[in-house]
C-alpha cells in the first residue's frame, strides 16, 4: 500500500464563506476523499495549526508521498520542519506541491531559487498536454479546460524540470509550465498548478486522476528508504 499524506495550511475554508461553501470540509479532505478510492493507497491529512504542523518525524517515516497546498502561511511556517521535509524527499519520499506551494519553504529549500511567477487573478485555463506518454498524464485528454482559475504565468522561476508534462495557456494571453518534474537526490518531484481555492479545481475528474497518477509516479522505488550516505553520516553526528 502506498501511504499518502495530505497537507493543508485549513485556513482559507475556515476565514472566507464563499471558500468554505467549495471546500467545505477543507481543500486536504476533498484530496483525500478521491485518493481514498483508490485501492492502493492509504490517506491521512495533516494541517498547519497542529503540533510541528503535523509533520512530525514519525508521520513523515510513515509517509511514501507528501501532498501539499499552501498559500497565506507561507513564511510562518516552521524552518525546522521544512528541513525535515528536505531531508525526507533526499531521501526518497515523494512530494507534489500543487498550486501556490510553489512559494512554499519546503519547494524553494529543494529547488534553489526564488520560484517568483506573474499572477493574476481569476481567468479561462487550457490545460495542454504535453507530454502524453509520461505515467502522470496516463488516461488523460489532450486539453483540459479550467473555466475560471487563477492565472500562473512566464517567466516562473525554477531550475530546468526532468520534464515539462502540463502547459497552461491562458485567456489574456500568457502561458505557464503547469505540471513539472523534478528530482532531488533520491526523491522525486511534481509541481502542478491548478488549485486555486476559490474555484472547485480539485472536484474535476480529470483534476484528481492527474494527482493520482502523480502520487504512484512519485512513490519511492525501494520499499524502505534511506539517506544518502553524506545525509546518514551527518544526522548520526559522525561529520568532523
Avoid at 164 to 171: A, E, K, M, N
Amino acid at each position: 500500500m502506498l501511504k499518502i499524506t495530505v497537507w493543508n495550511e485549513y485556513k482559507h475554508e475556515r476565514e472566507y464563506e464563499n471558500i468554505r461553501k467549495i471546500y467545505p470540509d477543507g481543500i486536504h479532505n476533498c484530496i483525500a476523499s478521491f485518493l481514498e478510492k483508490e485501492e492502493d493507497f492509504t490517506v491521512r491529512t495533516v494541517t498547519f495549526d497542529m503540533p510541528e504542523h503535523g509533520l512530525t518525524e514519525e508521520v513523515l517515516q510513515d509517509t511514501d508521498v507528501l501532498i501539499i497546498w499552501s498559500h497565506a502561511l507561507q513564511e510562518e511556517f516552521s524552518e525546522e520542519v521544512a528541513e525535515r521535509v528536505k531531508r525526507h524527499v533526499l531521501s526518497g519520499m515523494g512530494l507534489i506541491a500543487l498550486h501556490s506551494a510553489h512559494f512554499s519553504k519546503i519547494m524553494k529549500k529543494l529547488m534553489g531559487t526564488t520560484m517568483t511567477l506573474k499572477w493574476r487573478h481569476g481567468d479561462r485555463e487550457k490545460l495542454w498536454c504535453i507530454a502524453p506518454t509520461h505515467p502522470i498524464a496516463a488516461g488523460i485528454p489532450e486539453m483540459i479546460e479550467l473555466p475560471q482559475e487563477e492565472m500562473y504565468g512566464e517567466f516562473f522561476d525554477i531550475p530546468k524540470p526532468d520534464e515539462v508534462i502540463f502547459t497552461g495557456w491562458f485567456s489574456g494571453g500568457e502561458v505557464f509550465r503547469s505540471g513539472c518534474t523534478f528530482s532531488r537526490g533520491y526523491g522525486k518531484i511534481f509541481y502542478f498548478q491548478p488549485g486555486h481555492e476559490e474555484y472547485p479545481i480539485y472536484y474535476m475528474p480529470e483534476i484528481q486522476k492527474i494527482i493520482c497518477n502523480a502520487a504512484r509516479f512519485c512513490a519511492p522505488i525501494r520499499a524502505s528508504r534511506t539517506y544518502p550516505e553524506c545525509e546518514r553520516v551527518k544526522h548520526e553526528g559522525n561529520v568532523q
